[in-house]
């Protein structure tokens, strides 16, 4: 689903690479967690997924596009493909939680028979039914972070992108916000999350990507955040 | 009716599905949400565009004067009194020279009868012992008094003229008028247009910085460029049409007084102004076809800045 080979990329005016003969393959419905320090590479593997940088080596492909040769055009179709949630959730204050998903599939242009079906069925699947009508500075963190969840499922895309999605919420409702990753996931959405969250990486025992100064480290299935931690228990 | 159903229902209508519909509305709201920049965007444009009808309309008017010296105005191509070519030959020569209206033949009897006539009436005669100095000669007009020159030296280069006469000085003083007009014209024309385009640009920049957020979602969504850039496009475009109506109303109502005012100082059809009607549908399309492309153009430079 997700194929990075041999993949560099030094952004221009920057002495050395922000990624070095990164390669890795997410097949379709995995769950992957992309983790490092800051600075490791995590978003730099992010925004190649969404074309937001090409890759300098290397190829990035995604459901067998190789994403840099998409022209710009093609390249608006293809990010419907991918959910894309953020620590910051992105969503617009002055809409309500309906018109904040109903908005990623206007501007998709779904037809408007679609979208009265298509929101109350995510919010539906979030727990938001209630807070339709309300706008985002009703809601608390974790409320907001499911809107932002939402909107990235609306066009219901194979791959769900998630970058800190816990950043900014305590431990309970980070662990509400993964349990839906995880309810997306079985229903066959292959789920990246670059994080730091030492807890959650643990706790849900998924494969883990690990990067450091640009290369990938680690790359292992049902792991912890740390190696030395799952050494420590045995593993 | 299940209270998520009408929720949904009110929702959605909120929204627009019509892309059309969904840019204009867009595009409305933009220039709503930045009053004071819009207003000083159609002052500008309309200021510039006014200007530009300013000139349009002077430019109308020297033409008008041109054609209504022109309908009057002669050029007398003189044949050598040697001639041994046909007069139809020379007259087919002349009828094919670009830009020649009419022709008339006189021969030097005809235009000695009547010189005789102007000068003695029906009895006389100008000269001795039944001699005729006079040449035969054509009289031609023109289509446009501008292409006097030419057809002059044109007609002088013909095989058996012998002299080309017309007055030089009044369409040297017209031509040289209209050249400066144009010169002067088409150099603050440009400064103008710059200008409206770079105040378009600049407002729409400005509402493309209040909906970054907007945008930023649209794009991470995967929305289609056409369907970011539209609104502005539509909304820079309002900008231009609104500032080309503003100037057209002006010149209008100016051209008006100006009109009722000259007619009342000097009279006479050579100094007549030409008539609203004609300026209005000249003008009307002009300055809208013009105020349309600079809010195109500016709109279009600011939504692809960064693309």
């Known amino acids: 689903m997700i194929t990075f080979n041999n993949v560099t990329k030094t952004y221009k005016g920057a002495e ?21 320090e800051t600075g490791a590479g995590k978003t730099t593997v992010t925004r190649l997924i969404l074309r937001s940088e090409i890759a300098d080596e290397g190829s990035v492909i995604i459901g067998g596009t190789d994403v840099s040769k998409l022209s710009r055009k093609k390249t608006a179709y293809f990010r419907r493909k991918i959910g894309t949630v953020f620590q910051d959730y992105k969503l617009l204050p002055y809409k309500t939680v309906f018109e904040n998903v109903a908005f990623a599939l206007e501007v998709t242009e779904t037809p408007r028979r679609n979208i009265e079906h298509m929101v109350p069925q995510i919010l539906s699947l979030v727990g938001l039914s209630d807070k339709a009508e309300s706008k985002p500075g009703q809601l608390s963190g974790g409320e907001q972070q499911r809107v932002a969840l939402a909107r990235a499922m609306a066009n219901n895309p194979p791959i769900l992108l998630a970058d800190e999605p816990t950043g900014n919420l305590d431990p309970k409702t980070s662990a509400e916000t993964m349990r839906l990753l995880e309810k997306f996931n079985k229903l066959g959405t292959t789920v990246v999350v670059a994080t730091h969250a030492r807890d959650i990486v643990d ?17 292992e299935p049902d792991a912890f955040y740390s190696k030395k931690a799952g050494e420590a228990r045995g593993e | 009716m299940n209270p998520m159903r009408s929720i949904q229902k009110r929702q959605v209508k909120r929204g627009v599905n019509n892309k059309t519909l969904y840019f204009v509305k867009q595009g409305f709201l933009n220039i709503v949400s930045h009053k004071i920049m819009s207003a000083a965007s159609i002052c500008i444009v309309a200021a510039a565009l006014a200007l530009i009808g300013l000139f349009t309309a002077v430019g109308i008017n020297i033409n008008e004067l041109m054609q209504r010296i022109g309908s009057s105005y002669e050029i007398n191509v003189y044949l050598n009194s040697e001639n041994e070519r046909s007069i139809s030959d020379i007259e087919g020569e002349l009828k094919r020279i670009p830009g020649v209206k009419s022709i008339s033949f006189y021969s030097r009897e005809d235009r000695l009868e009547k010189v005789s006539r102007e000068v003695y009436g029906d009895d006389g005669y100008v000269f001795k012992d039944g001699e005729n100095p006079l040449r035969d000669s054509f009289i031609i007009t023109v289509n446009n008094l501008t292409e006097s020159d030419d057809i002059s030296k044109a007609a002088e280069n013909i095989d058996g003229v012998d002299e080309v006469i017309r007055s030089k000085d009044i369409i040297g003083g017209i031509d040289t008028a209209t050249r400066a007009v144009r010169n002067i014209g088409i150099w603050i024309m440009a400064v103008l247009v710059i200008l409206a385009v770079f105040i378009v640009y600049n407002t729409i920049r400005l509402g493309m910085s209040s909906f970054e957020n907007e945008i930023g979602i649209m794009r991470i969504v995967g929305a289609s460029e056409t369907f970011i850039i539209g609104p502005f496009v539509v909304q820079g475009f309002a900008l231009g049409v609104t500032g080309a109506a503003l100037a057209d109303i002006l010149i209008l109502i100016g051209y008006k007084i100006a009109e009722s005012n000259i007619s009342a100082l000097i009279s006479g059809s050579i100094t007549e102004l030409a008539g609203i009607g004609m300026i209005a549908a000249v003008l009307t399309p002009i300055l809208m076809a013009t105020g349309g492309l600079i809010g195109i153009i500016g709109s279009l430079a600011a939504a692809l800045k960064d693309k």
Request: no cysteine; aromatic share 8%; hydrophobic share 45%.
């Open chain 1, 203 to 219: 706790s849900m025992r998924r494969r883990v990507i690990e990067l450091e100064k640009g290369r990938v480290i680690r790359d």
């Open chain 1, 16 to 36: 050395t690479a922000a990624l070095k003969n990164v390669s890795f393959d997410i097949p379709r419905g995995d769950f992957v967690f992309l983790i490092g």
